[in-house]
């Protein structure tokens, strides 16, 4: 199951029209849509892929700092054209990934209020019999969003509580939680990692 995002470039950020032009985008702020899988654990790439342009626009420092994850890079910012280009951003620093997951929260909540029903009443209504086929898929398919959103909420929430420890405290809290494989794939590679490269 996968969930469609379309990611836009904020109109009041002072570095956008740079942005724009490092990615190549010349068709106004709007980036492009990107799915981001339940299963984080097979669809690894795409998910950090998303992750990565959402970590771009949040970005609020040197944008020569990021040359480096631009394919084809670029040397020169000063001259850089507004070329096609992918991005493979990983996570640089503490800051701007609490930047990220709030981003991240912000866009799984908007998502979820769409919905006249919660998850938990989609859940409720497959337990009547009397559903037809249709009624059934119906649900299922936007049960299956709302799982999704959800799971963005709930991996943002972790991250960003996380994020406010130290190393080995953030490890201990890991340790103690629940089993949860698609958030841990993002904790084991990518937090702990950042947390442990910061600690001093």
Known sequence: NAV??????NKDDKLGVTKRTMI???????IKSFKFFEDYKTNTDKNNKFLGYLRFLQFD????????YLIPQVSNLSSCKPTRRKLRMP???????????????EIATKCLSKFPQTYEE???QLANKSLTYNERNCIVYRSGEKKIY?????MAD???????????EALSAVKSLPQT??????????LLPCLLYTSD
């Not at 190549?24 to 709007?30: F, M, V």
């Not at 494989?181 to 990518?190: A, C, D, Q, W």
């Open 4 to 9: 469609y995002i379309k990611l836009f470039i």
């Open 24 to 30: 190549g985008n010349t068709e106004g702020y709007s």
């Open 61 to 68: 420092g040197n944008l020569k700092d990021l040359c480096k």
């Open 91 to 105: 996570c640089i620093s503490i800051e701007n990934e609490k930047k990220m997951l709030q981003k991240l929260k």
């Open 122 to 124: 989609d859940v409720q």
């Open 150 to 154: 959800k799971g963005m909420i709930e």
């Open 158 to 168: 972790l991250g960003l509580r996380l994020f406010g420890m130290e190393y080995n």
């Open 181 to 190: 494989p698609n958030i841990e794939i993002y904790i084991s590679k990518v």
